[in-house]
Structures are given as C-alpha cells and as structure tokens.
C-alpha cells in the first residue's frame, strides 16, 4: 500500500532514472492529457510531498520573432510539473530501452515517458495533471507538514491535529491536512506502539507531540526501502503488529488483533494493549 515512504521511494527511482535527461517521446493515456506532448522536455527532479508525486520539467518555448530585429528569433523555456498520486493502487515502474514492460497489465498504463537511458511507465495513476511549476500549491498546498519532507515541522502537526479535539485520533492521523505521508498501515501501528485506540478522542491523547515523535521516526527508518516494518523484523509476516493481522494472537499480549471501519478506512487494533471505545 503507497503511504508516504513509498510514494518518497519511488520519487528517487524517478529522479535516479530520469533528472537531467531529455525527453525523447511521451504517451498520457487519461483524457485530460490526451493531446499533452512533452518531447524535448528536460527532466529537473522528482519529488513526493506526502503521498503526491512532482516531476519538475523544464519544456522549450517555440521560438518567437524579436521585435525590431528581422532574421533573428528569441528562444526561452518554461517550468511545468507533472503531478500524479497512487492511491491504493498506483505505480511508477522504470525499464531499460527495449526492456518488456511485465509489471502490470497493459490496460492500465497511464503515462509512459522515454528518454535516451529509460523508459518510466506509471500503472493505476490518480489525478495525473500538467501544471506550470509556480502553481504547485494549487494541488498540494492544503497539505500538512510532509513527514519525510525538508520542512518537517511536528509543531505544526500536533497544532493542527490538536485543532480537532472531538475527532478520533486514528480518523485525524490519516487527514493528509493535518500531516501528510502517514496511512491506514502507519496509524495503526503508531496507535499500537502509544498504547492509544484508534477512537480516543484528540482531546483524550496524552501525548500528542510523542504520537507525532514516532509517526515520523517509523517513517524515516522505512525511507529507502520496500519493505515495510514497524517491528524491526523484515520476515514474512513479523513485519508489524497489528496492521494486517486480523484474527492473529498480539505479539506483545497474546490476545486476538481486531480490524474494523473506522470513518472511510480501515484500522487494526489489540483491544487489550489499546483499551478504550472500540
């Protein structure tokens, strides 16, 4: 499942194979990028802001007559982000030119981009859009603080998750405006390890700003790899506590781990390490 660490993964898989390259030829397969063309385009970076992902471009103007000066033409580029978000079921996948592309079924490619060295195809993408760099925040500025990002601030996530009082706390961690990269998988086992079930109230939470500490330190310790662990096990199915162990004894107590709705997502939870509603 894309949360944060995955999506910040696949941003520098992107970056490794595609930044300073140039785009020889590009296929969107959604309608609103039916006609968009980014041949020639340089490829500046990649970057994930919680669970989207910006590849920033830099894309040639055609070159316009100067006035006052017949014969001559003025060239000039402009900046333009490529935005997409995973989801539940996206994927960027890259391949080497004239590599098969076996990762998913062909049916549901959205975006292919080529360059001399790499070919990156994106499987399953979410609100794919085309947009001049600047305007960013028109799609990712309601956002809270980005766990993996450079301007991590956890100050302002437990502010803004302290602003809700009567919310659940398992619903509020997952509101991306209130801090953004952390998922049904993060929630569970942060709540988990603070002894906190997922239906305490905000208000209720002894210790917002510790909650927040370890949200962001699980996080950074799963950065850079693909499998993902809050036990500090990377075997088949020790891995986390209780994020998808429905029926299965707690590691820690021994009693039968739950899985229920909770708002729009599901939460994991051990009714004996986290007492309380639910």
């Not at 039916?34 to 910006?54: I, N």
């Not at 330190?217 to 990377?234: D, F």
Request: net charge positive; charged share 20%; aromatic share 6%.
């Amino acid at each position: 499942m894309p949360e944060g660490d995955t999506v910040w993964n696949t941003a520098r898989v992107l970056h490794r194979a595609l930044a300073g390259g140039r785009l020889t030829a590009t296929d969107f397969r959604v309608p609103q990028l039916a006609t968009a063309d980014l041949t020639g385009a340089t490829v500046l970076e990649s970057r994930s802001r919680g669970k989207h992902l910006l590849l920033r471009l830099r894309v040639p103007v055609p070159a316009q007559p100067q006035p006052g000066a017949e014969g001559t033409a003025r060239h000039g580029s402009r900046r333009l982000t490529l935005h997409s978000h995973l989801r539940m079921d996206g994927a960027w996948r890259v391949y080497a030119p004239g590599e098969r592309w076996a990762a998913r079924p062909a049916h549901t490619i959205r975006a292919v981009l080529r360059t001399a060295d790499a070919v990156a195809v994106g499987y399953h993408l979410h609100e794919l859009a085309l947009l001049p760099t600047a305007e960013e925040e028109r799609l990712v500025g309601h956002l809270g603080p980005d766990l993996l990002g450079p301007d991590w601030d956890p100050a302002e996530a437990v502010r803004r998750l302290a602003a809700q009082p009567t919310r659940s706390i398992g619903e509020a961690l997952l509101d991306q405006r209130n801090l953004a990269g952390i998922g049904t998988l993060y929630a569970s086992e942060v709540l988990f390890l603070r002894g906190v079930s997922p239906w305490t109230p905000v208000r209720d939470v002894p210790d917002l700003a510790g909650l927040v500490a370890l949200a962001h330190r699980l996080l950074m310790a799963n950065r850079g790899r693909w499998t993902q662990s809050t036990t500090g096990s990377l075997h088949r199915g020790r891995t986390t506590y209780v994020y998808g162990r429905r029926a299965e004894p707690c590691h820690r107590c021994g009693a039968t781990i739950r899985r229920r709705e909770q708002g729009e997502r599901i939460t994991y939870w051990c009714p004996v390490c986290q007492p309380g509603p639910g």
